[in-house]
């Protein structure tokens, strides 16, 4: 990256990149302010030249909860194109919630997708990154592991409601997980006591069943007439 600049701004002319207001919520403000008191800040906020925050809205957030009126700001110039890319990237390290996570996730399958022309220094370096797949890229770009990445993607893909859920501590990501693999429907009454003239199409597979079966572990299964 060419032409980094440092200067002091106001911040008032300071605002959110449109990629990191769609795919980030700004939370912790407090906490972080209260560290900035203590210690200072340890890196200045990035920005583009029309002075959007690429890196660093929650320390501006911060500063503004702090009453301060300016702060120093490295002013770096890179195509507008890949500005979305490098908003991403520099949020690898924050603590984010699995529906933040999961629209990491679909921008950066894009990203990997359509690698022709991009810049690759905007992306993390990994050893024979051309024989991994995309989710270890994405994995490696965004630090979480693999099959955290693979569940999040399964329940927002399913029930994008599930995955807020899971995001505001109501349920785990595990719960919503299973929840979301379950395909068969349940039923409360043993196996003795269904009466076969009740039974209507599946509302999974849209069949009539002829009967209705026991498996092994005694849970029942619909035997289809197909």
């Given at each position: ?39 200072g ?24 909860l702090?009453?301060?009126?300016e ?9 507008a194109s ?63 592991p ?14 994008s ?7 505001n ?32 199409n ?6 009539i069943p ?17």
């Amino acid at each position: 990256m060419k032409n980094k600049i440092i200067k002091t701004v106001g911040l008032e002319i300071l605002h959110a990149h449109p990629t990191n207001i769609e795919t980030y919520q700004v939370s912790n403000v407090d906490a972080l302010a209260e560290s900035i008191q203590e210690i200072g800040l340890n890196h200045d906020p990035i920005v583009n030249s029309e002075m959007q925050v690429l890196s660093g809205w929650r320390r501006v957030t911060a500063a503004k909860l702090l009453g301060w009126q300016e702060m120093r700001v490295e002013v770096v110039e890179i195509p507008a194109s890949e500005e979305a890319a490098f908003v991403i990237l520099s949020n690898s390290q924050r603590q984010k919630t699995e529906l933040e996570i999961f629209k990491e996730i679909k921008f950066l399958k894009n990203l990997f997708g359509n690698r022709k022309g991009q810049r690759m220094d905007l992306l993390p370096e990994v050893s024979q990154e051309q024989k991994e797949t995309t989710r270890k890229r994405i994995s490696d770009a965004i630090k979480t592991p693999e099959s955290t990445i693979q569940r999040i993607e399964f329940v927002g893909d399913k029930d994008s409601k599930m995955l807020e859920l899971v995001s505001n501590g109501h349920i785990s990501l595990n719960e919503a997980y299973h929840a979301c693999k379950l395909e068969k429907p349940k039923h409360e009454k043993p196996y003795e006591e269904i009466d076969l003239c009740e039974i209507k199409n599946c509302p999974y597979c849209g069949n009539i069943p002829a009967r209705i079966i026991s498996d092994e572990n005694g849970n029942l299964i619909y035997k289809s007439q197909n």
